[in-house]
């Protein structure tokens, strides 16, 4: 929604966007990672999303604890997967491409999801602060549910008690719910603390943060300042 003042004396015109019910924005990264045109089996240094999606950017990086390399990788899936954590990149890999469902880029091909304690996906917030409404995961190239898995989400531990069983565009996938605040800059990160299957972030719903109703009284003001001042005039 916009709301728009203006005021008769200076001509002075505010818009203010809003959020409103039904505004989130669903970053489908299953459905980005199918074969077929999408970006599968592809590796980011970092991984931007705003060349590939519409809404707020977050810029997504991986790490590993127990990696010896200084340098993780983002790491797309294809099939019924979606985003993991890559430790090292194949030889010669095409890092920072889409692939479009090229050969796997992973060093070994098995770790290409979320796939212990030790990973970590890291998002900031580049373009605005936002609100992460939800995160949906899936372990469906594993033998243990997601289910059986817990996680760490911006110092939150969230798990099978958490997780609904809510379908993005492939089978298999949990939605937690969150609904906190990821100001301007600032990072949140993912990390699983039990289970560890080889699980994989399905998508991100995030959603603009509601402007304060001071600002909407603001405006008001500015609206009866100028209303004030025409009818001054016409007196």
């Known amino acids: 929604m916009t709301l728009r003042i203006k005021t008769a004396a200076g001509g002075l015109l505010l818009s203010l966007g809003m959020a409103t019910a039904g505004s989130a924005a669903t970053y489908d990264f299953l459905a980005a990672a199918n074969a077929g045109g999408g970006i599968g089996e592809s590796i980011y240094a970092t991984y931007d999303t705003s060349p590939f999606f519409t809404g707020p950017n977050l810029r997504i990086t991986a790490s590993a604890t127990d990696d010896d390399d200084s340098d993780q990788f983002v790491y797309f899936d294809n099939g019924n997967a979606g985003i993991g954590v890559c430790k090292d990149a194949t030889s010669g890999a ?13 060093d070994p091909a098995s770790d290409d999801g979320i796939t212990s304690v030790s990973e970590t996906l890291t998002l900031e917030a580049t373009e605005t602060s936002v609100i992460i409404e939800s995160l949906w995961f899936n372990a469906n190239h594993d033998n243990d549910p997601v289910t059986a898995a817990s996680y760490m ?8 008690g958490d997780m609904i069983a809510d379908n993005v565009s492939g089978s298999g996938n949990y939605r937690i719910d969150l609904g906190f605040t990821l100001a301007f800059g600032e990072t949140f990160s993912i990390t699983p603390t039990s289970g560890s299957p080889n699980s994989y972030m399905s998508a991100i719903a995030v959603s603009a943060v509601p402007v304060p109703a ?22």
Do not use: E
């Open 214 to 235: 001071a600002g909407i009284l603001l405006l008001t003001a500015l609206g009866g300042l100028g209303l004030a001042r025409r009818r001054r005039r016409a007196a």
């Open 153 to 160: 989400i911006n110092g939150v531990t969230y798990d099978s």
């Open 94 to 106: 095409s890092i920072g491409t889409a692939t479009n469902g090229g050969g796997n880029q992973c």
